[in-house]
């Protein structure tokens, strides 16, 4: 079975600064999907950015980048500018590529604050 | 914004009652998952509706069952309510089954059993 970890519970960072955020996981697949979510206290889970795991090239979306390292089993997401409406959980996840896959398996998530 | 919405927010059930959630899918989406997500944890996977049949199920027991409708919406059952179901529970609708295939969640039902 596969497992997410996020071994930050808390972060906290400067408005306008840059933050990273840690995530690892474990799998014996070769093919796969990772993602970051977030959820404001609205509840509402929001796609972020995702990642195929055959892909080597990092995925971009405006301030929101990822470093993929696929031998090491890491997915870090880093946050550039960050702003107030930043501040939220952040979930990442996984899942399987292969045919008929559908669950996601998230990880605990990270509490990010951004102080003004 | 998403489109794809749960009934009610908030409920407040029971020990050993019975509660059925409801989820309307976003237009053109006929793949529904359903999500439970304890406080200060993520979402854990329940099952899957594709095409109105049940085709994939994570570790939870036959009291949480479901429905989805020729339309794709979608309801939650949990028979004989237990204390630890208190928990949100998160609806995701898409257009497919998989892979890069993106999952559109609603707001949740905050589900508190007493």
């Known amino acids: 079975a596969q497992t997410v970890t996020q071994s930050q519970p808390e972060m906290s960072v400067q408005e306008a600064e840059t933050v990273t955020l840690s995530c690892t996981y474990d799998?014996?697949?070769?093919?796969?999907?990772l993602f970051w979510y977030k959820q404001p206290p609205s509840r509402q889970m929001i796609l972020v950015i995702r990642?195929?795991?055959?892909?080597?090239q990092n995925a971009t979306e405006n301030r929101f980048s990822v470093n993929f390292q696929k031998a090491a089993k890491s997915f870090s997401l880093k946050i550039s500018d960050s702003q107030l409406g930043d501040a939220a959980m952040y979930f990442c996840?996984?899942?399987?590529?292969?045919?008929?896959?559908?669950?996601?398996?998230f990880g605990k998530g990270t509490k990010l604050s951004v102080i003004p | 914004e998403t489109g794809v919405t749960q009934s009610p927010t908030h409920l407040i059930k029971t020990r050993g009652q019975q509660v059925t959630l409801r989820c309307s899918s976003q237009?053109?989406?006929?793949?529904v998952s359903w999500y439970q997500q304890a406080l200060g944890q993520g979402p854990q996977f329940i099952f899957q509706?594709?095409?109105?049949?049940?085709?994939g199920r994570g570790n939870f027991p036959p009291r949480f069952s479901g429905l989805q409708f020729p339309n794709y919406s979608s309801e939650l059952n949990v028979n004989a309510l237990e204390l630890d179901d208190s928990a949100l529970y998160l609806c995701?609708?898409?257009?497919?089954?998989?892979?890069?295939?993106?999952?559109?969640f609603g707001q949740g039902t905050r589900l508190t059993v007493v």
């Open positions: 995701a609708s898409s257009t497919g089954q998989g892979g890069n295939t993106e999952a559109f």
């Open positions: 799998t014996s697949e070769s093919d796969y999907y």
């Open positions: 990642q195929e795991a055959y892909k080597q």
């Open positions: 996840a996984y899942r399987s590529g292969g045919a008929g896959s559908y669950q996601l398996t």
């Open positions: 237009s053109g989406h006929n793949t």
């Open positions: 509706y594709y095409r109105e049949e049940e085709n």
